[in-house]
């Protein structure tokens, strides 16, 4: 039996992580990642001159996203999209006070990206894809389908988020080439009906380079209240223990 000559035995303090490394750092990495996904979305519609339809910005924003994810995830989250921010905050995966910083991080981001998107580009290319604004809607006819469309769409990648990267039940290593897949998936499919922007940064960045706000409010509303509406289906319904509200 061991005897402590009046020495108390000592337990390690918990190792607390720098301020720079817990509230900085992450928003440059929202600002950086946001600025680089934006920049190639950006410049994937202004050179999309070959015919190839939707299929040369699908695949560049998808395959962009989930490579900005995989590079810079494990400093921020990987969000780079306010909605997506909006849904992880309400389902536990964002400290409250980091929400508003990421939303101003990812839009300056989205601001840098379309500005150097219009440097290396043409003119007459930047003018003909209107910078990579969102122009798919054209009349009040057209309203609330698209506005439905960004709504699912960006359902399908906030789910893709917090199921594949939050929630400790389903998430897994394969989340950000799964996320940047859905967001693929989605140009796809509903890039006629609304232009699938799913993401309030991409919107905001373009349309102010290149002055173009025609209903420009859709790929705001669309989106946020989609992240309202996954974080409340995850907390309600589909949640693992640790994140739903009730039955547990």
């Known amino acids: 039996m061991s005897i402590k000559e009046g020495k108390e035995e000592r337990k390690p303090s918990p190792v607390h992580p720098h301020w720079f490394e817990q509230y900085v750092q992450p928003c440059m990495g929202e600002l950086v990642g946001s600025a680089f996904f934006i920049f190639m979305g950006c410049v994937s519609v202004i050179e999309n001159v070959e015919g190839t339809g939707r299929l040369q910005p699908a695949l560049a924003h998808g395959l962009a996203l989930g490579l900005t ?9 990987g969000h780079f999209n306010p909605a997506v921010s909006l849904g992880a905050w309400l389902v536990g995966g964002l400290n409250m006070v980091l929400v508003i910083p990421y939303w101003i991080s990812q839009l300056c981001g989205g601001l840098i990206g379309a500005a150097f998107a219009k440097a290396v580009t043409y003119d007459e290319r930047y003018k003909n894809a209107s910078g990579a604004a969102f122009t798919t809607i054209t009349s009040d006819d057209q ?7 960004e709504v699912i769409m960006t359902m399908f990648l906030v789910m893709a988020v917090c199921m594949g990267a939050i929630n400790e039940k389903t998430k897994g290593p394969l989340a950000p080439f799964c996320i940047g897949f859905t967001v ?6 509903g890039g006629a009906i609304s232009g699938a922007c799913m993401n309030p940064a991409r919107a905001f960045g373009p349309a102010l380079v290149a002055n173009y706000w025609d209903y420009h409010w859709v790929y705001w509303v669309g989106p946020m209240v989609a992240g309202l509406l996954v974080g409340a289906l995850i907390r309600f319904l589909i949640g693992d223990k640790k994140t739903r509200l009730f039955l547990k």
């Open 184 to 189: 693929t998936v989605d140009i796809l499919a």
């Open 143 to 149: 309203l609330g389908r698209a506005l439905i469309s």
């Open 69 to 77: 994810i995989a590079i810079l995830g494990n400093i921020s989250g």
